[in-house]
């Protein structure tokens, strides 16, 4: 173990261990196992935020630079704005990007789950939307259950997930296209019934090729 390298995380062998020494070793390799799932979690997130960050930062330069060559007072107005949009967006982005860094590093189970009201979890994600959708002339449309729909989760973690869902939905949803959100049960199942619960995010986009699918839910 002394000589080893210090990315060299390979499981140590147990031949011609004597029997005291084998248990010792074995949670030795599940250590070196956990690192390495650890180490390839670093490797992968660390790829995904410096090309989930590349395009937003090339557009907050493009932006700032058509604000720097703005003459008009209304085009200033408006180049301003557009760059306080995208460091709105860029921002939200760092705190996804976070968000994933503590998934993937174990600390997302923590907590023990609670009592989480998907109906109003809905209702705080529209009202965050709604101005976004009305200027792009989307409509966004929220059905509410027939009761509160409670379920067992994480309230600091659901948000992030909606949140993501409908920023991703009106990204591609072309402008006078629609976003439905809805919380659908198992058909003709009791209100009461602990039948997991579908939260359901459609848009009018252009979908996600077969080939991407994968990918996404990575």
């Known amino acids: 173990v002394a000589t080893r390298r210090v990315h060299d995380l390979a499981p140590l062998s147990t031949e011609g261990l004597p029997a005291e020494v084998l248990p010792l070793v074995a949670e030795m390799n599940g250590l070196l196992a956990r690192l390495t799932a650890a180490w390839d979690a670093l490797q992968n997130f660390t790829a995904d935020a410096a090309h989930e960050l590349r395009s937003p930062l090339a557009a907050l330069r493009l932006q700032l630079q058509s604000l720097q060559r703005a003459e008009e007072p209304e085009t200033r107005r408006v180049a301003s704005e557009r760059l306080l949009a995208g460091i709105d967006r860029a921002t939200r982005l760092v705190e996804q990007l976070l968000a994933l860094a503590r998934q993937e ?98 848009d009018s986009g252009p979908g996600i090729a077969p080939e991407e699918r994968q990918r996404v839910l990575d």
Do not use: K, W
């Open 105 to 202: 590093g174990g600390n997302g189970d923590a907590t023990p789950p609670v009592a989480v009201s998907l109906a109003r979890l809905v209702q705080s994600a529209e009202q965050e939307f709604a101005r976004e959708a009305e200027a792009r002339g989307i409509s966004l449309a929220v059905l509410p259950p027939e009761d509160d729909a409670v379920i067992a989760g994480h309230p600091a973690a659901l948000p992030v997930l909606l949140r993501n869902l409908l920023e991703n939905a009106l990204r591609y949803t072309p402008d006078g296209g629609c976003v439905q959100v809805r919380i659908a049960r198992e058909p003709g199942l009791p209100l009461a019934s602990s039948q997991p619960m579908q939260l359901i995010v459609e």
